[in-house]
């Protein structure tokens, strides 16, 4: 029988399915949520840390795969990921763009007034399982491994068959109320139809890392679509955009 908790991470939500003899992450977290994790795992659940058999990480941003390679270190916990070739944070622009998104993480979390915490992580990420599009998780064949990418180009939802809710990482936001595309979106094309895939599912409800577990409307669906951009929105795109501003006023 699942039970699936929702811990209030870093700057994101942790998902922890719970079953009688195992316990499943949807997520790799920040590395600032260790502790987090563990008191919950020990105080409230009365559980081992090794209990904890798989990491799920739908991609590698620092709120996403920041704890999993310390977790597999430190527990034993087998890691899964996308099977896509190569590094997300690959050559100079990717070391570039991950020191980037480390900052961001720690520029969100002062917004959200938390303190600064060690978050670093590796950049790169050896899983112990390579997911295909639509496969079951190994040792939670409940659960399956959709590709909805677009926000990177690995990003994986975890769908639970069998109660119809998906929990889809970055997917989508909510903000004020109203559900929008995250940032960045490196694949446009690729993110519309991520979009769509997961609404054809029919799911009862969706796990948000950003936001909480919600129902979407169908037309909020369609909103959601309208809203999704046709153009790369990335980091060095917003970089050249304001360069350009700055020249054009001078």
């Known amino acids: 029988m699942l039970k699936l908790h929702c811990l209030p991470g870093y700057i994101q939500n942790i998902y922890l399915a719970e079953y009688s003899d195992k316990l499943l992450l949807l997520d790799g977290c920040c590395r600032a949520d260790i502790s987090v994790l563990e008191a919950f795992v020990r105080d409230d659940l009365k559980r081992a840390m090794t209990d904890i058999k798989l990491i799920a990480v739908t991609h ?41 998104d480390l900052l961001l993480t720690l520029w969100v979390a002062g917004r959200q007034k938390k303190a600064k915490k060690f978050i670093y992580y590796a950049s790169t990420l050896t899983p112990d399982y390579y997911l295909s599009d639509l496969q079951d998780l190994p040792g939670f064949e409940d659960w399956q491994a959709h590709f909805t990418q677009g926000h990177t180009d690995r990003d994986i939802s975890l769908y ?75 980091h060095w795109r917003s970089v050249k955009t304001k360069l350009k501003r700055v020249l054009l006023n001078r």
């Open 60 to 100: 590698m941003h620092p709120d996403h795969a920041g704890a999993a390679h310390t977790l597999r270190k430190k527990y034993g916990c087998k890691i899964a990921a996308a099977n896509v070739a190569g590094q997300w944070y690959s050559g100079i622009d990717g070391k570039l763009m991950h020191l980037t």
């Open 160 to 234: 639970h068959k069998n109660t119809k809710q998906i929990y889809v990482a970055d997917l989508m936001v909510k903000v004020r109320g109203a559900f929008i595309p995250p940032y960045p979106v490196f694949y446009p094309n690729r993110y519309i139809e991520s979009l769509r895939k997961v609404k054809a599912l029919n799911v009862e409800s969706v796990l948000l890392a950003h936001g909480a577990k919600v129902e979407l409307t169908e037309q909020q669906w369609q909103q959601l679509i309208t809203l999704a951009p046709t153009k790369p929105v990335t």
